[in-house]
């Protein structure tokens, strides 16, 4: 992997922590709208794609961030978020006073919001943002962006957040609540594929024929976003992951722990979690999320159609 380039002038800098399907797009959007942008990610491989297409790579995220106005971590939780900012290589001591740091991880609103603290006692910004939009949307500069945090992190954001996205909402002045309207997303997000892939699959086992199912569907008032964009992928038997029964795994868990802190009953996210938990158990977790329609076949019976890709076993 190259070192770390110059900076090749005054555009605003801009560094990429996770260069996977969503950082990647993110990273050449950010770089089309004319920012200086570094990238980095744990594999390699995903730095050299990004050099590719003339972007900056950096062997670690620190290196990443040193002489960046913006970072924008691309993870997958607290986890990996915390490991990002205060890591052994870790990009909270690299960052020069007065950057911004935004989160686009999925997470608990309260990790959001002790993340927040420590960023911002070491004299940096941070911006909970959370992205909705899946990858496409990502490439195209055309995300949802659900942001919370102070003024002056989403004045030195700025750039970067209209690179990136088509919508930004600005949903607070503190930590935390844009990760609370992302649970939200969700929660909502979770249990329309988890019903689309119980409907399409109880359509098989009546014997319909799948394609005008999804045509008839599609134009009634049964129909859903995830409806519309996951049972594609059944009918053509593709489940390679463009979001995995993992991300919903975790997702469904985090709403779960939210709600019972609250004491407040989330019955159907909980009936969802279920059968992410057994489609990842039998073997699917790394497939495409519409992978519970094989499971709903797999209990069932029922015949859904099939493809030469060869998906994970049940």
Not at 1 to 27: F, H, K, R
Request: one cysteine or more.
């Amino acid at each position: 992997m190259p070192p770390l380039a110059e900076n090749s002038g005054s555009a605003v800098v801009a560094a990429v922590i996770g260069l996977g399907s969503m950082g990647l797009g993110m990273a050449l959007s950010m770089k089309r709208a004319g920012l200086d942008v570094v990238g980095y990610d744990i594999t390699p491989a995903a730095v050299d794609r990004f050099i590719a297409d003339a972007g900056r790579g950096a062997s670690t995220p620190a290196a990443t961030a040193k002489d960046a106005d913006i970072v924008v971590s691309v993870v997958v939780n607290g986890a990996q978020t915390e490991a990002v900012l205060f890591g052994p290589e870790g990009v909270a001591r690299a960052m020069k006073p007065g950057a911004v740091f935004i989160s686009s991880a999925t997470m608990d609103p309260a990790v959001a919001r002790n993340l927040a603290q420590r960023t911002e006692a070491l004299g940096l910004h941070y911006l909970d943002a959370p992205i909705s939009g899946g990858a496409a949307k990502s490439a195209r500069g055309e995300l949802t962006i659900m942001a919370s945090g102070s003024r002056q992190a989403f004045d030195t954001a700025r750039p970067g957040l209209d690179a990136m996205a088509a919508k930004v909402y600005e949903l607070g002045d503190e930590a935390g609540k844009g990760a609370a309207f992302k649970m939200i997303n969700q929660l909502l997000a979770g249990v329309h594929i988890a019903a689309a892939c119980e409907a399409i699959t109880f359509a098989a086992k009546q014997g319909l024929d799948l394609d005008k199912v999804y045509e008839v569907i599609t134009a009634s008032a049964g129909n859903s976003w995830m409806f519309e964009n996951r049972v594609p992928h059944v009918l053509a038997g593709d489940y390679t992951p463009l979001s995995s029964i993992e991300i919903f795994v975790k997702d469904l868990g985090i709403v779960q722990d939210m709600a019972r802190s609250e004491r407040y009953p989330v019955p159907l996210a909980a009936a969802a979690l279920q059968m992410y938990l057994a489609a990842s158990g039998a073997g699917m977790g790394r497939d495409d999320d519409s992978s519970l329609a094989r499971l709903y076949a797999k209990l069932s019976g029922a015949e859904l159609p099939s493809s030469t890709k060869e998906p994970h076993s049940l």
